[in-house]
């Protein structure tokens, strides 16, 4: 039996496996190319696709995912609205005029007095024609009348129209007589107040030295 003749012998070269099987899986995963190309061969140096930042590489097989929107607050948790501030209290001087003159007036006036020495003071609140020579045709108007010394000092705050802020007038009268003029009030101020109506008495009285002994 002759023997088989050998490759080497006959001037041949046996193609190994591998370089049988190079030209079908580079012409299938790495065609040639003037550009570069990636393929999917892979390799041992490649990074693990799922352990890459999506945001950095485009290789990471993660998919973004839409930004979460904050949950939504309970309705418990809504923003309170702020607290109402404190209505501020009324001036004593909004009051009704004849609740301010009866509850405010004429009590601070008793004390005031009763300080400058007047101790039998007797104030009254009445709407009355004005007791001054002149006025008789002149309509009733609300008066503030003090009287002490047994009537014989008089004095009246007059209120043309039940409202501090209207026009007003002072009389004064002695040994129980009426009073011969009227005149104007505390007219160079813009807004009365208990204060100014205390002060502006007391300083009317001071003039006519009833108050302070000289």
Same mark, same amino acid.
């Not at 190994?16 to 099987?21: I, L, M, N, R, Y």
């Not at 923003?79 to 209505?87: G, M, N, S």
């Not at 009389?171 to 129980?176: H, L, P, T």
């Given at each position: ?77 809504? &923003?309170?609205? +702020?607290?109402?501030? $404190?209505?501020?209290?009324?001036? *004593? %001087?909004?009051?009704?005029?004849? #609740?301010? @003159? ?5 009590? &601070?006036?008793? +004390?005031?007095?009763? $300080?400058?020495?007047?101790?039998? *003071? %007797?104030?009254?609140?009445?709407? #009355?024609? @004005? ?84």
């Amino acid at each position: 039996m002759a023997d088989e003749t050998n490759h080497n012998e006959a001037g041949e070269v046996a193609p190994s496996t591998v370089e049988q099987q190079a030209p079908s899986v580079a012409e299938e995963h790495a065609p040639s190319t003037d550009s570069p190309v990636a393929t999917d061969i892979p390799s041992a140096n490649a990074p693990d696709p799922t352990a890459l930042n999506p945001e950095t590489s485009p290789n990471a097989a993660v998919e973004k995912t839409a930004a979460k929107k904050p949950a939504a607050k309970p309705a418990g948790d809504a &923003a309170k609205p +702020a607290a109402a501030k $404190k209505e501020k209290a009324p001036a *004593l %001087e909004d009051k009704p005029f004849g #609740e301010f @003159i009866q509850q405010d007036f004429m009590p &601070a006036l008793t +004390a005031k007095l009763a $300080k400058q020495g007047v101790e039998d *003071l %007797e104030l009254t609140l009445a709407k #009355e024609k @004005i007791p001054v020579i002149g006025y008789a045709d002149a309509p009733e108007c609300s008066q503030i009348i003090g009287r002490w010394n047994d009537g014989w000092r008089e004095f009246r705050v007059y209120f043309m129209q039940d409202n501090l802020q209207g026009p007003r007038g002072f009389s004064y009268a002695e040994n129980k007589g009426k009073p011969s003029t009227i005149e104007p009030f505390l007219i160079d101020e813009r807004k009365i107040t208990l204060d100014l109506l205390l002060f502006g008495v007391v300083q009317r009285l001071n003039a006519q030295k009833w108050l302070v002994r000289n």
